[in-house]
């Protein structure tokens, strides 16, 4: 029964099943469920992930909409 969808695939950090065509991940998509999972067991901070990937972007994006 788990292994009724041939794409699902078990992130190496986290360990949680997931959908490898699905992973934001850009090149190690097979082997982590995402960015985080995969910068995160490549050795950057949780902080620096959360400062990197998640808010920065998103107050970049939400700045430029405002600006325009
Ligand atoms: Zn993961």
Redesign the pocket.
């Known amino acids: 029964m788990e292994r009724k969808n041939p794409h699902i695939r078990i992130?190496k950090?986290?360990k949680?099943p997931?959908d490898w065509r699905r992973s934001p991940s850009a090149c190690m998509k097979m082997t982590?469920?995402?960015s985080l999972?995969e910068r995160a067991d490549l050795g950057f901070t949780i902080e620096g992930l959360v400062n990197d990937v998640v808010f920065l972007p998103r107050s970049a994006v939400l700045k430029r909409l405002l600006a325009a």
């Open positions: 992130c950090r986290c949680l997931y982590y469920c995402g999972c």
